[in-house]
């Protein structure tokens, strides 16, 4: 299907396809450092003003898996 038949079902018929990816980008987006550009700005800023921040690592393991992923599954299963 061209993409300029593609988009406007996504929009009318799909909508609801088009809401997933947007909220699983948004979470997913969170999940690090690099996949959202506020998160690694903040982390940027802070260090630079002495407060201790956690690794990549220690980040993903102490905030994303206990607070992200949960939050994901509860949106998914209230939305979806």
Known sequence: MPEAEAVPLLMT???VYLQAIST???FFGA???IG???NFMVR???EEAGTPMPSFFGYILRFSLLFLIPSFVIVTLIFF
Request: proline share 7%.
């Open 31 to 33: 999940i690090s450092y």
């Open 44 to 46: 940027s800023i802070a």
């Open 24 to 26: 699983g980008a948004v």
């Open 36 to 38: 959202n550009a506020p």
């Open 13 to 15: 018929e799909k909508a």
